[in-house]
């Protein structure tokens, strides 16, 4: 049985500090062209000016694939690397960069409560109960080793005006996979907010086997009306898996059936993901935990500058989430995430970034209150046009809500 590993694994500004619009409109947010729908070429949420204003670093295209195969069990992040082998933040332009963003972050600077008069769709949230299905990788970490319902998560969300919800698949047994679909479709009796399912399904299986690839196990899917998109995690696999024949066509598969693949990677992995969205170009892509960067490690290099490469493709967009995860206790101040906030904003651009919560793996590293706060304030000097396309409009455009 193939081992999977847990979701856990999965987390020049303007002035004032509103974001740039490097990105080109909302390419990886609509249909792409050669599936069921055409790409949007007409530019819609361009930034004004026109024109593309994504930069990628100078000898990255072409340069040579180089993989870590760093990525730890059951989402625990990596163990901290020898002092000697941390880079510090240096005080270039991206440092300098993150201050901006951060003006608008104290607690005067702007009125209480007024992120409520944005509607939420919380783009990753995680639903399980041990005693209906087996999740392997739970039994590793104890403080996630029991049920996560949805009045759980209406607990963690109190007074946070979440009105739409993107369940992404928790890794269940891979043999379990309908179940939990099934699972997700019996809990929107008593949580009617969830409106899309990002399901698990193995790509390779159908051409492993020697038929004619995954469309059978992707229309299976798809009786639910609710699955909008595959995730299959990248991280934890050997070197190459991405870049296989088989994968490469069941991720195209999934582009045709007019779904969205979730990227679940590490920030080693972000070259090798790159090669693949290039390969997919009709496939809409959605990057979670903006590639799991170093933040306990305090590098910004090389997931900047494979980030920027990535996000220079326009069929896909990011998630800003599970950065609390991915920091060590010590480095969850908001100056240690800024950095690379405000890196995922200034390449994707407003049009192509996401909330998300990766609720109840957040719990490992803070309240669901305190990781909405976070993005509040770092949002707090942008437009109201700009937030809403944060905190709603591209998780509705991405997932065809």
Same mark, same amino acid.
């Given at each position: 049985?193939?081992?999977?590993?847990?979701?856990?694994?999965?987390? $020049?500004?303007?002035?004032?500090?509103?974001?740039?619009?490097? =990105?080109?409109?909302?390419?990886? +947010? *609509?249909? @792409?062209?050669?599936?069921?729908?055409?790409? &949007?070429?007409?530019?819609?949420?361009?930034?004004?000016?026109?024109?593309?204003?994504?930069?990628?670093?100078?000898?990255?295209?072409?340069?040579?694939?180089?993989? =870590? =195969?760093?990525?730890?069990?059951?989402?625990?992040?990596?163990?901290?690397?020898?002092?000697?082998?941390?880079?510090?933040?240096?005080?270039?332009?991206?440092?300098?960069?993150?201050?901006?963003?951060?003006?608008?972050?104290?607690?005067?600077?702007?009125?209480?409560?007024?992120?409520?008069?944005?509607?939420?769709?919380?783009?990753?949230?995680?639903?399980?109960?041990?005693?209906?299905?087996?999740?392997?990788?739970?039994?590793?970490?104890?403080?996630?080793?029991?049920?996560?319902?949805?009045?759980?998560?209406?607990?963690?969300?109190? =007074?946070?005006?979440?009105?739409?919800?993107?369940?992404?698949?928790?890794?269940?047994?891979?043999?379990?996979?309908?179940?939990?679909?099934?699972?997700?479709?019996? +809990?929107?009796?008593?949580?009617?907010?969830?409106?899309?399912?990002?399901?698990?399904?193995? +790509?390779?299986?159908?051409?492993?086997?020697?038929?004619?690839?995954?469309?059978?196990? +992707?229309?299976?899917?798809?009786? *639910?009306?609710?699955?909008?998109?595959?995730?299959?995690?990248?991280?934890?696999? @050997?070197?190459?898996?991405?870049?296989?024949?088989?994968?490469?066509?069941?991720?195209?598969?999934?582009?045709?059936?007019?779904?969205?693949?979730?990227?679940?990677?590490?920030? $080693?992995?972000?070259?090798?993901?790159?090669?693949?969205?290039?390969?997919?170009?009709?496939?809409?892509?959605?990057?979670?935990?903006?590639?799991?960067?170093?933040?306990?490690?305090?590098?910004?290099? @090389?997931?900047?500058? &494979?980030?920027?490469?990535?996000?220079?493709?326009?069929?896909?967009?990011?998630?800003?989430?599970?950065?609390?995860?991915?920091?060590?206790?010590?480095?969850?101040?908001?100056?240690?995430?800024?950095?690379?906030?405000? *890196?995922?904003?200034?390449?994707?651009?407003?049009?192509?970034?996401?909330?998300?919560?990766?609720?109840?793996?957040?719990?490992?590293?803070?309240?669901?209150?305190?990781?909405?706060?976070?993005?509040?304030?770092?949002?707090?000097?942008?437009?109201?046009?700009?937030?809403?396309?944060?905190?709603?409009?591209?998780?509705?455009?991405?997932?065809?809500?």
């Amino acid at each position: 049985m193939r081992h999977r590993h847990g979701p856990a694994q999965d987390h $020049d500004l303007r002035r004032r500090g509103a974001p740039v619009r490097p =990105g080109r409109g909302n390419a990886a +947010l *609509s249909p @792409p062209a050669g599936g069921s729908h055409g790409r &949007d070429r007409n530019g819609a949420g361009r930034h004004r000016g026109g024109g593309d204003r994504r930069r990628e670093p100078a000898g990255r295209r072409g340069e040579r694939v180089r993989l =870590g =195969g760093r990525g730890t069990d059951h989402g625990i992040p990596a163990e901290r690397l020898p002092a000697d082998g941390l880079a510090e933040l240096h005080p270039g332009d991206h440092h300098r960069q993150h201050h901006r963003v951060g003006r608008g972050t104290g607690s005067g600077a702007r009125e209480e409560g007024c992120v409520n008069a944005v509607q939420i769709v919380d783009s990753h949230v995680h639903f399980w109960d041990p005693r209906e299905r087996d999740y392997p990788w739970l039994r590793s970490v104890p403080a996630l080793d029991r049920a996560f319902l949805p009045s759980d998560y209406a607990a963690a969300t109190d =007074g946070i005006a979440i009105t739409q919800i993107v369940f992404v698949e928790s890794n269940c047994l891979p043999e379990e996979a309908r179940e939990e679909v099934q699972f997700v479709e019996r +809990l929107v009796s008593v949580e009617p907010r969830i409106a899309a399912i990002v399901a698990f399904a193995d +790509l390779t299986q159908g051409l492993r086997a020697g038929g004619s690839g995954p469309e059978q196990t +992707l229309d299976a899917l798809l009786s *639910s009306p609710r699955v909008k998109g595959i995730r299959q995690n990248i991280q934890g696999q @050997p070197p190459g898996f991405a870049l296989q024949p088989a994968f490469v066509e069941g991720v195209r598969a999934v582009g045709r059936r007019g779904l969205t693949f979730d990227l679940c990677v590490t920030h $080693d992995q972000l070259r090798e993901v790159t090669d693949l969205v290039r390969r997919c170009a009709d496939t809409r892509f959605v990057l979670d935990h903006c590639a799991k960067p170093a933040i306990r490690q305090r590098r910004l290099e @090389p997931w900047r500058a &494979d980030i920027a490469c990535l996000a220079a493709q326009e069929n896909v967009c990011c998630k800003l989430s599970a950065l609390f995860t991915e920091a060590a206790p010590e480095r969850r101040r908001e100056e240690d995430l800024l950095p690379y906030a405000a *890196s995922v904003v200034e390449f994707f651009g407003t049009e192509r970034v996401l909330y998300g919560s990766d609720w109840p793996v957040l719990t490992l590293g803070g309240r669901y209150g305190d990781w909405h706060g976070f993005a509040d304030r770092f949002t707090a000097a942008w437009t109201p046009t700009e937030r809403r396309r944060f905190y709603a409009d591209n998780a509705i455009r991405a997932y065809r809500l």
